[in-house]
Structure formats: structure tokens, C-alpha cells
């Protein structure tokens, strides 16, 4: 029998045969990978390709045509068990409330469940922007803080549950190249500081090759090529080696 998964324990992911159409028009064409406990998995790909579509699957906001989610072995189709495991998504916008300050924002889900009580939901937010650079910004308003801020409160405000799976959603999106690297450098140390699997959602190549554990590279709705870094900076598909070219005209940016 499996063991259940503690508080302290990453998770797998594995994806399988997974379809889906809108309108009558394939967007995912069969897909099937694993993610293992405690790896950063990069989804790279152009604009598109299908990428935000499996990132919504692999979360649960979709319901595949066909095939088949699982975490620790369970079918995130099941009821309950979405309910068993700590997942947690950065936005690509942030998707902050100005209405609140930063600490209210990163707390939100802690202080609408009523998980904790105030004082220690209020030591929990200090302790997640400290340990993303963020000291003395908990009292201020979202709208004062930088693009690159922002991407940082996003993930402190998924760190406070604790998560055992995080996907970014192009967390490099609308960000200079110095900010680039700094978000690359948070999820680099969230990798080696928590017990958590990431999966990166990207078509930001420098970002992908910097964290990444393992790639898989996706085009038109299929996965052409899933290895290490280096594999795929080798790989003799044409078509990988024309994304890591910058050869491809970006299309629909919400695929």
C-alpha cells in the first residue's frame, strides 16, 4: 500500500494521454509526462503550442476531452482528491488585490479559511516575504511595488500553505532581464530550501535553462523532446533547435 503523503513531503505528477479541443479544434494531441517529487519540471515552448492549457489541467481549472491527471497515483478527476494535497499557482499577472496591502494579500487564503488565527497568520506572512527579500513592504499597497515585487508576493502568498506542488504560469512575463534572473533565483532557492515540486510554465529560454531539472518541450499540442537541459540544447529535432533560435512568429499568447 502507498504511503500517505506527509506535511513535509513533495508529490509526483504524471500526466496521461491527455486530449483536449475547443470548438472542434485540438489544442492538446495526446499528451503523457512525469514530474517527480522534488524536481522543477520547465514547460517550454512558442506561444501557442498548448503550454497554458496543460499547466490549467495539471491544476484542475480544466477537464480533459480524454486521458487523465494524476498526483501520488490519484486521478485528480476523483472527488477529494484535489482536497488531499497542497498545490499552489503564481500567476502570470500576480493577480494581486490592490484593495488589500501586501500582507493581507499574501494571508488571504489562511484568513478566509479561518486556518489560523491573526497573530500567528500575521507571523507566517512576515516570514514569507523575509524569506523572499521582502521586509517592511507588508503594510503597503500592491500598486506601490514593482513588476518584479510583485512576481516575488505572488509566491510568498502560495508558500504560506505550505504547498507540496507550486506551478508558475510565465513568471518572467512583462519583467527586465536583471528581474528575470532574480524570479529565476527565487525558484532556484524555493527548489533547494523547501520540500515542494515545481512545475514552470515558460517560453523564457534563459529562465527555463536556469532552473530547470529536467524540460519538456512542447509544439502544436504534442511533447517533441523531455530530457535535461543539456539533452535539450542538443537535441536533433528541428523544431527545438528553431525555438532555442528564436525562429518561431509569436501566436496565440493564452495557449
Do not use: W
Request: aromatic residues 4%; charged residues 25%; glycine residues 8%.
Amino acid at each position: 500500500m502507498r504511503a500517505p503523503v506527509t506535511a513535509q513531503e513533495a508529490v509526483n505528477v504524471q500526466v496521461r494521454g491527455l486530449r483536449k479541443s475547443y470548438a472542434g479544434q485540438p489544442v492538446l494531441k495526446g499528451i503523457d509526462l512525469d514530474v517527480s517529487r522534488g524536481e522543477t519540471f520547465v514547460i517550454m515552448g512558442p506561444s501557442g503550442s498548448g503550454k497554458s492549457v496543460l499547466m490549467k489541467h495539471i491544476i484542475g481549472l480544466e477537464v480533459p476531452d480524454e486521458g487523465e491527471i494524476l498526483i501520488e497515483g490519484d486521478s485528480i478527476q476523483k472527488p477529494g482528491v484535489m482536497d488531499k494535497y497542497r498545490l499552489a499557482i503564481v500567476f502570470q499577472s500576480g493577480a494581486l488585490l490592490n484593495s488589500l496591502t501586501v500582507g493581507e494579500n499574501v494571508g488571504l487564503y489562511l484568513t478566509e479559511h479561518r486556518l489560523k488565527k491573526p497573530d500567528e497568520i500575521d507571523r507566517i506572512v512576515t516570514e514569507k516575504l523575509d524569506f523572499l527579500g521582502l521586509k517592511g513592504v507588508k503594510d503597503r499597497s500592491p500598486s506601490e511595488m514593482s513588476g518584479g515585487m510583485k512576481k516575488r508576493i505572488a509566491i510568498a502568498r502560495a508558500l504560506v500553505i505550505e504547498p507540496q506542488l507550486i506551478l508558475y504560469d510565465e513568471p518572467t512575463s512583462e519583467l527586465d532581464p536583471l528581474m528575470t534572473v532574480t524570479i529565476g533565483e527565487e525558484i532556484l532557492n524555493l527548489s533547494r530550501r523547501t520540500h515542494v515540486t515545481s512545475i514552470v510554465v515558460t517560453h523564457d529560454r534563459d529562465l527555463a535553462f536556469g532552473v530547470a531539472d529536467r524540460i519538456a518541450m512542447m509544439y502544436d499540442g504534442r511533447l517533441i523532446a523531455v530530457g535535461t537541459p543539456e539533452e535539450i540544447r542538443h537535441s536533433p529535432d528541428p523544431v527545438v533547435q528553431r525555438f532555442l533560435k528564436a525562429e518561431f512568429k509569436v501566436e496565440n499568447e493564452n495557449i
